[in-house]
């Protein structure tokens, strides 16, 4: 709560604010504010110009990347329904969490076993294709070491599981207790970034290649779809 309030007084100047001042605003002891700010400028939340703390480029940087995966969900949506209208599977649209696949969009064509996956569900990097494809193609997992990532972070793991993901091009995992497999490909803007993970949730544990390839194409002919065409909204955001 302390940080938020930080960071809302810092919205609300123009010219930012100095250490003491924020100390004068939220009321608290100077070590809690040098606390804070020490923590906001580590993670680019905050930065410090001469004696004066502003807005720091990543609240900029995690703005955009929501923009971008609100347009990226809005040109897709469409395509995944009728992907899926003939089918007994669910469509899943995530966007990059820390250590995890933020899932923002669920559509379903089942009727009688609709997915456990909602909307707010994180999946997790080494246990779902969708963080699979994080660990492949997002540059935070590309070169970690003991010093950044967790003390829980299998490095060795993710080497593998990138290695396998980047040679098929899509990613897999199977989910025993429902009996379903999570089939997952990676969206990239024109400029390259990754910006959002396209999944499908098929009915039983498939490890067909042919079958598994043919889902993967249908989805990667769908993560295409933002990087085609002239899309007004994306000239907007470059």
């Known amino acids: 709560m302390q940080a938020l309030q930080l960071c809302q007084a810092i919205a609300e100047s123009r010219s930012g604010l100095s250490a003491s001042e924020i100390e004068s605003a939220l009321k608290l002891p100077?070590?809690?504010?040098?606390?804070?700010?020490?923590?906001?400028?580590s993670e680019r939340v905050v930065e410090k110009r001469g004696t004066k703390y502003f807005y720091g480029t990543r609240i900029y940087e995690i703005s955009a990347a929501?923009?971008?995966?609100?347009?990226?969900?809005?040109?897709?949506a469409p395509a995944l329904s009728k992907l899926i209208a003939t089918t007994n599977a669910s469509a899943i649209i995530c966007t990059l969490g820390d250590y995890c696949a933020f899932v923002i969009d669920?559509?379903?064509?089942?009727?009688?076993?609709i997915t456990t996956i909602r909307p707010g569900t994180k999946l997790p990097l080494f246990e779902s294709a969708a963080g699979h494809v994080m660990l492949a193609y997002h540059p935070k997992y590309q070169n970690m070491n003991d010093s950044t990532h967790p003390a829980n972070f299998d490095e060795q793991q993710a080497a593998k599981l990138r290695a396998t993901t980047c040679t098929?091009?899509?990613?897999?995992?199977?989910?025993?207790?429902?009996?379903?497999?999570?089939?997952?490909?990676?969206?990239f803007m024109r400029d390259g970034e990754l910006v959002s993970i396209l999944a499908i949730e098929l009915e039983g544990m498939i490890h067909d290649v042919k079958v598994l390839q043919a889902w993967s194409a249908k989805l990667k002919d769908i993560a295409r779809l933002p990087t085609t065409g002239a899309h007004p909204y994306e000239q907007d955001m470059q």
Do not use: M
Request: aromatic share 8%; proline share 4%.
């Open 106 to 113: 669920v559509l379903d064509a089942r009727e009688k076993q």
């Open 30 to 41: 100077r070590t809690s504010v040098f606390r804070l700010l020490r923590t906001l400028t």
């Open 168 to 187: 098929r091009g899509y990613a897999v995992s199977h989910f025993a207790p429902r009996n379903v497999t999570l089939v997952a490909v990676p969206v």
């Open 66 to 76: 929501n923009s971008r995966s609100r347009y990226v969900q809005r040109i897709i």
